[in-house]
């Protein structure tokens, strides 16, 4: 079945079976980026919590070594 034919059987439906239709959709998409990009984003978000762990490690070193 080709897109076209999909959007005429869509416009076929009731508004509550459109609903559904569209729910299922989103869940798709919900499923697609958590597969697909959200374990990037954890991994992204990772390196920055070191590069910021790293950063105040720094810092704190910093201050023990000019106040100490």
Do not use: C, P, W
């Not at 959200?38 to 720094?58: N, T, Y």
Request: proline share 0%; no cysteine; charged share 40%.
């Amino acid at each position: 079945m080709d897109l076209e034919a999909l959007k005429t059987a869509i416009k076929e439906l009731t508004a509550e079976e459109r609903r559904k239709l569209a729910l299922y959709i989103l869940e798709l998409e919900k499923d697609h980026f958590q597969k697909n990009i959200g374990s990037q984003i954890a991994e992204d978000m990772e390196g920055f919590s070191r590069v910021i762990q790293d950063a105040a490690e720094k810092v704190r070193k910093t201050l023990k070594d000019n106040l100490g």
